[in-house]
């Protein structure tokens, strides 16, 4: 705990474009920081996700702790506008629970990630306890979507995509605008490149 609180302590008050990463560049569009030495607990990565909320937090299965900075304004419009049309949808259908781009996950790998948009199943999300429901439940969602920003490269955001559908997702989409195409994961299926969809349809999985 107290390397912990020493490497946090020497990374408050520096702004993202203070630190550094691996090719040298001020202002990353992630920061990574390994913390596989000591382990953060549950409880200390929550802690450390509400004394931070101006940044998105995720921790990967191997212990590396990813802070990514807000987004650009035209990455949170599409985002708004991504969550909006899940949660209509979600509410037209009935079955399950839409969640936006701040609901964190601990993922059964141990990972805890925050999906840009995401749909929980009821009888899921009823079998969690109050405490769980209100910390970052234990599961990985049914349904996940990864918006691609400028800043966040493709093979980063593809092995997360992988990953979901490892820990238990039923269906993950990965958007990117900037290759104008959307890539469909399934469990047991090879993912599928969309170009430049017009729509993109979630049966037969929902």
């Known amino acids: 705990r107290r390397k912990v609180s020493a490497l946090v302590e020497r990374l408050r008050g520096k702004t993202m474009g203070e ?3 691996a090719n040298g560049a001020k202002s990353p569009p992630v920061v990574q920081l390994n913390f596989e030495s000591v382990r953060l607990t549950d409880e200390q990565f929550y802690q450390l996700c509400k004394n931070n909320p101006e940044a998105r937090l995720e921790l990967t299965a191997d212990g590396e702790l990813m802070a990514m900075p807000p987004t650009g304004a035209k990455t949170g419009a599409r985002n708004k506008k991504l969550s909006h049309r899940l949660e209509s949808w979600s509410e037209k259908d009935g079955r ?3 969640f936006d781009s701040s609901t964190g996950f601990a993922l059964p790998n141990g990972a805890k990630r925050s999906p840009d ?4 199943r009821v009888e899921r999300w009823d079998a969690l306890s109050h405490e769980e429901q209100a910390g970052f439940a234990p599961l990985c969602p049914d349904f996940v979507v990864e918006l691609r920003s400028p800043t966040e490269g493709l093979q980063t955001l593809q ?3 992988a990953e979901y559908i490892e820990n238990g997702a039923g269906l993950g989409w990965l958007i ?3 290759e104008k195409c959307v890539d469909v994961y399934r469990p047991g ?3 599928e490149c969309l170009e430049n969809p017009a729509e993109v349809s979630a049966n037969p999985s929902f």
């Open 96 to 98: 399950g629970i839409a």
């Open 159 to 161: 092995r997360k995509m």
């Open 117 to 120: 948009a995401s749909w929980l």
């Open 19 to 21: 630190v550094y990463v």
């Open 176 to 178: 990117d605008p900037l």
């Open 189 to 191: 299926q090879p993912d």
